[in-house]
């Protein structure tokens, strides 16, 4: 009698390896589901806004004025401040020479300085065609704050001009006078030239790159603009139009327009003289009826005061 056959274990070869191709079929099925719920869930969470990009910031959107040199071009708003020079247009209507005196540390007469009152008489003969501009230019050492005011009225008598230019505060600033004491010499001698029918023209501090953050120093450049404000004098941006320049140079920065010891070089100098010309030929412009100076965009004057001049004297030297 035949004895029944022992059953081999486990699988043969081919069922084997059907068992292992449907476990690796139901892993994938697995695997296309969990990425499926997970594409869902990733769908309906709210979005996390993404860091944002690094970028340099955008290049002023506003021209510099084409009518400056290409290396001293400025964008108007950095530039100047604009208002009425009656002494100057009554001299033009007289047909008779607009005597303009220049006070300031690049009107002393000291090495590249020295060149300073020619550019800025070469400067107004050229954008003032068939008139006679005669520059006096006298430098006036000190603080506007101390003495300096009184030399100034002294010299304004002797040279009895149509337009003063004054170059301010750089002075003060450096020497830390008081701020209040500074702004009210000002504000009280830009009065008293106005008031013997003298136009005036204020130029701001120098900028430098080593002052930016200084407090004290910026407060005396938004001193001398609040003074313009308040008087209705027009008013040339030195610091911002040095900082404008500074910024686009690709030479040394602030270098290529500064030189030693806090002196303005010769290229500083022509494009200071162009600066200064630009807004006393766009002051000339200005109609009649306009309501004084334009306030400076970055400028916060903590008050505007009257614009009122002191009561009328006679010209300084007059007989």
């Not at 970028?55 to 108007?76: F, K």
């Not at 060149?115 to 006096?136: F, G, H, M, Q």
């Not at 910024?247 to 290229?267: A, T, V, W, Y």
Request: aromatic content about 4%; glycine content about 8%; overall charge neutral.
């Amino acid at each position: 009698m035949a004895l029944p056959q022992a059953a081999t274990p486990g699988l043969t070869r081919p069922r084997r390896l059907e068992a292992r191709l449907k476990a690796l079929a139901l892993r994938l099925k697995a695997l296309a589901l969990c990425l499926v719920a997970g594409a869902a869930l990733a769908e309906e969470a709210p979005s996390r806004p993404a860091p944002p990009a690094v970028v340099s910031p955008p290049a002023a959107s506003e021209p510099g004025d084409t009518i400056l040199s290409p290396e001293c071009r400025v964008p108007g708003s950095q530039l100047y401040t604009l208002a009425k020079l009656g002494a100057v247009k009554a001299a033009l209507k007289e047909k008779r020479p607009v005597r303009v005196l220049s006070i300031g540390g690049t009107s002393a007469g000291l090495g590249a300085s020295s060149t300073y009152p020619v550019k800025l008489e070469t400067a107004l003969e050229r954008s003032l065609p068939d008139v006679d501009v005669v520059i006096e230019a006298r430098g006036l050492p000190g603080e506007i704050a101390g003495e300096a005011a009184e030399r100034l009225r002294s010299i304004v008598a002797e040279v009895e001009p149509d337009l003063v230019v004054w170059q301010v505060g750089t002075h003060d600033a450096l020497a830390r006078v008081e701020l209040s004491a500074f702004a009210e010499a000002l504000d009280e001698t830009v009065r008293w030239i106005k008031s013997h029918d003298i136009d005036v023209v204020l130029v701001d501090p120098t900028y430098t790159a080593s002052l930016a953050e200084d407090a004290y120093y910026t407060s005396i450049v938004n001193a001398v603009r609040e003074v313009a404000v308040r008087e209705k004098v027009p008013l040339v941006l030195r610091y911002e139009a040095m900082r404008y320049l500074a910024g686009r140079s690709d030479k040394s920065g602030e270098g290529h327009m500064l030189g030693r010891q806090f002196r303005i070089n010769d290229l500083g100098l022509r494009c200071m003289a162009e600066h200064v010309t630009r807004a006393i030929t766009l002051s000339l412009l200005q109609p009649e009826t306009t309501g004084g100076t334009k306030e400076p965009p970055a400028l916060k004057a903590e008050g505007k005061g009257d614009g009122t001049a002191d009561k009328a004297e006679p010209r300084p030297g007059a007989h």
